[in-house]
């Protein structure tokens, strides 16, 4: 098993910036690729960005060129890098892992004036 911990959501105002991270601990030896979900008010959970073990990295489109997405040295924890952030991007954000498909249990990214 493999136990997510995210941190650094909050309420941020249109054009601003957070980051956010996630702590991977448990069985990581098999984790192959790390990123981001989120789960808006009435929408389904869509991918945000994910990064795989030897660097390759993938955007949605609604995020490229405000996103970033990194992995820590010891390969155990992920980032991501928001910025511009615009009301849209509300949502709560999920770390991911895989290929068993671990979750954690989400942060609240709230973006308004």
């Keep these: 098993q ?3 911990v995210e941190s650094g959501g909050g309420l941020v105002q249109p054009g601003g910036s957070l980051r956010l991270s ?3 601990s448990g069985r990581i030896a098999g984790i192959y690729v790390m ?4 789960q808006g008010p009435g929408n389904q959970r869509e991918l945000v960005a994910t990064i795989t073990s030897g660097g390759s ?3 949605a489109d609604s995020v490229k060129g405000r996103f970033t997405i ?3 040295n ?5 980032y991501l890098q928001m910025n511009s952030l615009k009301p849209e991007d509300t949502a709560v954000y999920y770390c991911y892992a895989g290929p068993g498909r671990f979750w954690g249990q989400g942060t609240q990214v709230t973006v308004s004036s």
Excluded: D, E, I
Aim: hydrophobic fraction near 35%; proline fraction near 0%; charged fraction near 15%.
């Design 22 to 24: 996630c702590a991977a």
């Design 35 to 38: 990123g981001w979900y989120r």
């Design 74 to 78: 010891s390969k155990n924890a992920v």
């Design 2 to 4: 493999v136990q997510l």
């Design 70 to 72: 990194s992995r820590g």
């Design 57 to 59: 990295t993938n955007y």
